[in-house]
């Protein structure tokens, strides 16, 4: 017997800029662009009036590119039909949109007050960097337990529990939990265990932290902490964060925000580990791309490099080398642009 192929009714997308960030659920087939008709109308310059339509293709979501402009970008790279994973990051215009990861990161907030009050033992799960003693401060601070909050690795002797009495300790892979925790009782001292996969106690609250490539909805209310409200970011920015895989999870995100200098707020702002996948996914399209097709980006977009980078799938350094390689001036074109009676300096063409 055949099974049937369930086909999907909706997707769903996160926004994640320009801001504010916002999910929507759209019906299949969900049309993208300029125009009010789209079931997502995005309000963007560079966005097409009918620029992308997603649609269930036998069992498998996809995206289709329109005739667009500017182009759709899938995980950085320029396509005009491609299939649709969970976690996938869409470029269109200045619009960067994300397909939610399987999993869906439970109520922080929620589980914060729901546990602060009380003094049960609690397990945070998490890979390394995705935040679990940050949670585990915020959890003692709203607590409001006299005490100190403590930390300790695989576990925590008797001085360490007395020094934290009526208060909280932080034990990271705690090598034997039961002993731990009857321990701890005798100093009414509030044990947050933090681990890399979950033991499935029945005597603890349990807590799973996702990694940040499973959160990435959340990347523009991190950057606003780190680098401050007032601090602005572009699309190739944020693109470049979304496409980054973050092997450390929020840790890196706070290394990478601390080294970055200046008021740049586009993809050179980012370090190479961080902005590498975009800028190799963009130039790996450039390798078929003609003089001819060049001369005539630069015509239709009067010189501007950064519409022909976006429009052509190419980094914008690259996109420059590929301009000087074939002896093309952006300048002369903007020229031609503010004069239209200057001509272009053409090539000479010999005559059969």
């Given amino acids: 017997m055949y099974r049937r192929r369930m086909i999907r009714e909706t997707i769903t997308l996160w926004r994640i800029h320009p801001g504010p960030v916002e999910i ?4 299949l087939p969900a049309t993208i662009g300029r125009l009010p008709l789209n079931r997502m109308q995005l309000v963007d310059d560079d966005v097409s009036r009918e620029h992308a339509v997603i649609e269930d293709r036998i069992g498998k979501l996809t995206i289709t590119d329109r005739g667009s402009r500017n182009g759709v970008y899938v995980n950085g790279r320029r396509m005009g039909v491609c299939s649709l994973s969970p976690g996938a990051v869409l470029r269109m215009g200045q619009t960067v949109l994300w397909q939610p990861a399987t999993r869906t990161q439970p109520d922080i907030e929620a589980f914060v007050s729901q546990h602060a009050t009380t003094t049960n033992p609690l397990t945070i799960v998490g890979e390394v960097g995705a935040g679990k003693r940050t949670l585990a401060k915020r959890i003692h601070l709203q607590s409001q337990r006299k005490g100190l909050q403590l930390f ?3 576990d925590a002797d008797d001085a360490l529990l007395r020094a934290a009495s009526s208060g909280t ?6 090598i034997d939990p039961q002993a731990l925790l009857m321990r701890a009782k005798k100093h009414l001292v509030r044990i947050v265990m933090t681990e890399l996969k979950a033991s499935n106690r029945a005597d603890t609250g349990t807590f799973e932290l996702l990694p940040l490539r499973d959160r990435v909805n959340e990347l523009p209310q991190s950057l606003s902490k780190l680098l401050g409200t007032e601090r602005t970011w572009n699309a190739d920015f944020l693109e470049a ?7 450390m999870n929020f840790a890196e995100l706070v290394v990478v925000c601390r080294g970055m200098t200046g008021n740049a707020h586009g993809i050179e702002a980012l370090p190479h580990s961080v902005r590498a996948q975009l800028v190799e996914a963009r130039s790996a399209q450039a390798d078929d791309t003609s003089r001819e097709a060049l001369h005539d980006a630069l015509s239709r977009h009067k010189g501007n490099v950064r519409r022909i980078s976006q429009e052509l799938g190419i980094a914008r350094g690259h ?4 301009l000087a390689a074939f002896g093309l001036n952006p300048d002369a074109y903007r020229a031609q642009s503010s004069n239209p009676a200057v001509p272009l300096r ?3 063409r010999t005559q059969p």
């Fill in 241 to 247: 964060l979304a496409c980054h895989p973050f092997p």
């Fill in 319 to 322: 996109l420059y080398r590929m």
């Fill in 169 to 174: 300790v932080v034990v990271t892979d705690p």
């Fill in 24 to 27: 929507v659920t759209l019906a």
């Fill in 346 to 348: 053409e090539e000479r």
């Fill in 152 to 154: 300790a690795e695989f």
